[in-house]
């Protein structure tokens, strides 16, 4: 009986939260431009911190460096449907920056640090 009233309560929490927030295609114009233009600088950040981690030269014809133009596709084909998942464009904008900020500090850090 009494797992039927947990199981009853976690029921009635998760429909709570579902009614908090509805996905809705409202603000799609900057959420869109929030995965364009901090989603990318985000991507490229990431690949740069990847690639310095791994050590890959810029020699364009090596499997590393293929494998890294690569990744920055799939990443950024990831980063474009998550922005839908924000709540509004300004939230979009806001976490994309800030993650892309973090991400491109680190890049530069590591970047000291190799050499």
């Known amino acids: 009986m009494a797992s039927v009233s947990i199981c009853c309560c976690f029921a009635e ?3 709570g939260i579902m009614r908090k927030y509805t996905y809705t295609s409202q603000n799609w114009f900057a959420k ?3 995965a364009v233009v901090p989603g990318n600088i985000l991507t490229f950040g ?3 911190v990847i690639g310095v981690l791994s050590h890959v030269d810029s020699d364009p014809r090596t ?3 293929q494998f890294l133009t690569w990744l920055t596709v799939l990443l950024w084909c990831i980063i474009l449907p998550t922005c839908f ?8 904008w806001n976490y994309l920056s800030i993650s892309a900020l973090c991400v491109w500090g680190l890049f530069f850090v590591l970047r000291g640090l190799q050499a």
């Open 13 to 15: 929490t998760t429909v």
């Open 63 to 65: 499997a590393s460096a």
């Open 32 to 34: 869109v431009t929030a």
């Open 85 to 92: 998942l924000f709540s509004n464009g300004r939230r979009a």
């Open 46 to 48: 990431l690949v740069g």
